[in-house]
């Protein structure tokens, strides 16, 4: 069974950093892009960041600069390291898998979704 567990997220204020880890179970890691989405009250859901197994990377304009993120096949693990924050970047947070790059950045259609993590900025 394949499992994706976000953690990290927390309250935080305007100016602020935080780390989020995603840990996959029950899949070849090393094999998928890995994404981060999120979703504000209120809004749709929203890519931020992508890595793919190459490690090359691509990002949301709106966080260009501030987050990046990394993953670690030898742990199984994505991260997701924002700074900065402001805000905006107030949201539940998902990692997302999936075997097909294109579809996950360009479309947000993963092949597994975590529970979601909560990132609150106060101003």
């Known amino acids: 069974q394949v499992q994706l567990v976000e953690s990290g997220g927390q309250l935080v204020q305007a100016g602020d950093s935080l780390r989020l880890s995603c840990s996959a179970s029950g899949l070849t890691f090393s094999r998928y892009p890995m994404g981060w989405f999120r979703q504000a009250p209120g809004k749709e859901r929203e890519k931020v960041a992508y890595?793919?197994?190459?490690?090359?990377?691509d990002y949301q304009d709106s966080v260009k600069g501030r987050f990046t993120i990394s993953r670690d096949n030898a742990k199984n693990m994505a991260y997701l390291q924002m700074d900065s924050l402001n805000p905006e970047d107030t949201a539940v947070y998902y990692c997302?898998?999936?075997?097909?790059?294109?579809?996950?950045?360009?479309?947000?259609?993963?092949?597994?979704w975590g529970q979601g993590t909560q990132v609150t900025v106060s101003s």
């Open positions: 890595i793919n197994t190459d490690y090359s990377t």
């Open positions: 997302a898998a999936a075997l097909r790059a294109w579809n996950l950045w360009n479309h947000g259609q993963a092949d597994y």
